[in-house]
């Protein structure tokens, strides 16, 4: 009888052998190796920062797509009552003061094709080029929208909402440690700080305005939301001040903060949300045209309109630099 042990040294002889005379060529080795790779179907796409613009910024809306520029008015009452004699003949005038603001619009444009044999190709393989390049050339639209409810275009004439004209600012004051930036400062300072610019907008407008979001660089919102109140609390220097703030009710991170300030510092924005203060100018939302076919290849033009932030009560704004 065979012992099991000389069977498996018989086994792996026999194997030994057949390898041996087994000789494959280049190609034939690529083909074997093809067989087993394993193709990952889940499709990882390249991540891009998210696009918030929008949701910081109400749209206005009922704007017309044809129209070249944005106007709105503002009207104010003028005229002081005095105190008069019996026989006064000369009583004062109330009157009311209209005035224009005009915003440029401009259009945005991508495009997004194929060929015919890519087109024959995605067929064969179950890949879907139309859809995944259409949302390539959104993604570009949208960057641009973003980018100009940020910022604007001042070569255009419309600003973003980080590079308004005419409204608060807060200077940011030194701390114990003789610097202005929050990583410097106590829990103490920085919430002196967050109660300062809400309370510079209420103080500016006579209590008129007030603000309802503050907007700050990734850094100083990772602070203020790690950072505790004193060093017997539980609670964060951002949770104290949200919870205690008459007028503050959302603290946002974004990137377009990181150097939107003065000499290319952090920037933060304070600002009252709302369509009555503010608003995005984007009469056009994406579109895709017919698609238009140039020799063997398709090409789909991609349009959106859009005119930046109009602004209709500064003062409901307040920016704070190098913090």
């Known amino acids: 009888m065979v012992r099991s042990d000389e069977l498996r040294k018989i086994a792996r002889k026999a194997i030994s052998d057949a390898a041996a005379s087994l000789r494959f ?125 940020s910022f604007g275009s001042i070569v255009h004439g419309f600003r973003g909402l980080l590079n308004q004209t005419g409204t608060s600012t807060y200077m940011v004051p030194n701390g114990v440690s003789g610097f202005p930036q929050w990583s410097k400062k106590t829990s103490d300072e920085i919430l002196d700080d967050l109660n300062g610019i809400a309370k510079s907008v209420v103080t500016t407008s006579n209590g008129v305005e007030y603000i309802d979001t503050i907007v700050v660089p990734f850094d100083q919102h990772a602070l203020i939301s790690t950072k505790p109140r004193s060093s017997t609390s539980d609670t964060t220097v951002l949770e104290f001040f949200l919870k205690n703030s008459p007028w503050v009710k959302e603290v946002i991170p974004w990137y377009r903060c990181n150097t939107a300030g003065s000499g290319g510092t952090p920037r933060g924005v304070g600002f009252r949300r709302d369509p009555e203060a503010l608003g995005a100018v984007i009469p056009q939302e994406f579109e895709q045209l017919p698609v238009q076919q140039e020799n063997l290849a398709f090409k789909i033009p991609c349009h959106a309109r859009c005119g930046g932030v109009v602004v209709r009560l500064p003062l409901t704004i307040v920016y704070f630099d190098n913090f």
């Open 25 to 149: 060529d280049a190609n034939e080795t690529i083909f074997f190796q093809r067989q087993l790779e394993h193709i990952e179907q889940t499709i990882y796409e390249i991540k891009y920062p998210t696009l918030i613009a929008r949701d910081l910024v109400p749209k206005i809306g009922g704007i017309n797509t044809g129209a070249e520029v944005y106007t709105y008015r503002e009207y104010d009452q003028v005229g002081v009552a005095k105190i008069l004699s019996g026989y006064a003949d000369d009583l004062p005038r109330a009157d009311v003061i209209a005035k224009e603001t005009t915003s440029p619009i401009k259009s945005l444009g991508a495009s997004y094709g194929y060929s015919l044999q890519e087109l024959r190709a995605a067929s064969m393989a179950n890949v879907q080029l139309d859809s995944t390049k259409g949302s390539a050339a959104r993604r570009m639209i949208e960057e641009q929208i973003d980018k100009l409810l």
